[in-house]
């Protein structure tokens, strides 16, 4: 039983690019959380998902961000039009169905660690 | 100010010393996590609390929630241990998954 798998794993982007980060749940999970950790800073959570809904996108900036966790495939993280500021390590969890972080410990990912150059 | 407090900020050991770490927290709770993170590497959940203690081989992780305190205890820590350990608790108005971390404690572990 896979972990909860990240990709890219290191992604380099020029500003104004966009980046695109993917995150497949632990088989039969559905919840997917994002959290991003600035360097030299702790997590921070940004937004949390289920299947084709977002349930609490308080972390999320309000500008140039998106997420997204369709009924078929990974969850996406999106960035558009990148800049310095955005480089960061980004790590993404998940949790099952039917329960949550009430009775669960946390599943995460690897982490993509994106620099913007 | 941050919500979660963890200290020390940096933790120096020799190999077999117990080492605790501790976590203090300034909102209700409804739930509270360890984590370790490795160099360079991804996230492992350690325990999650939400009353009393939880032991996993040499690690011991405790919690009041009277005084809103945590601790992670280490008994004859191993460099392997070397790690930065994070706090992080989910307040109980928020979405689950929504978690406020603390910064962490970076343990080194010397042979």
């Not at chain 1, 997420?67 to 998940?94: H, N, T, W």
């Not at chain 2, 209700?28 to 996590?33: Q, T, V, Y």
């Not at chain 2, 992670?72 to 971390?101: E, K, M």
Request: net charge positive; glycine share 10%.
């Amino acid at each position: 039983n896979a972990g909860v798998m990240q990709n890219p794993r290191h992604l380099v982007r020029r500003r104004g690019q966009e980046a695109r980060l993917r995150c497949s749940p632990m088989k039969g999970h559905s919840h997917v959380y994002w959290y991003r950790q600035l360097p030299e800073e702790g997590l921070k959570f940004m937004v949390y998902l289920q299947k084709e809904n977002i349930i609490d996108e308080s972390g999320m900036p309000k500008e140039r961000f998106s997420a997204e966790f369709p009924k078929e495939g990974p969850s996406i993280l999106r960035i558009q039009q990148v800049v310095r500021g955005d480089s960061a390590a980004y790590f993404c969890a998940s949790s099952p169905l039917n329960r949550g972080w009430k009775d669960t410990e946390a599943f995460f990912g690897q982490g993509t660690r994106l620099t913007v150059v | 100010k941050n919500e979660v407090e963890q200290s020390p900020q940096n933790l120096t050991a020799q190999e077999g010393e117990f080492i605790t770490i501790n976590c203090s927290y300034s909102v209700g709770i409804s739930a509270l996590h360890w984590l370790q993170q490795h160099p360079g590497g991804g996230i492992v959940s350690l325990f999650m609390l939400s009353s009393g203690k939880k032991k996993h081989g040499r690690l011991i992780a405790t919690i009041n929630i009277q005084e809103k305190h945590s601790s992670l205890h280490i008994t004859a820590s191993h460099p392997r241990d070397s790690a930065v350990y994070i706090c992080a608790v989910r307040w109980q108005l928020g979405s689950q998954g929504n978690l406020i971390f603390g910064k962490g404690t970076k343990l080194s572990v010397k042979p």
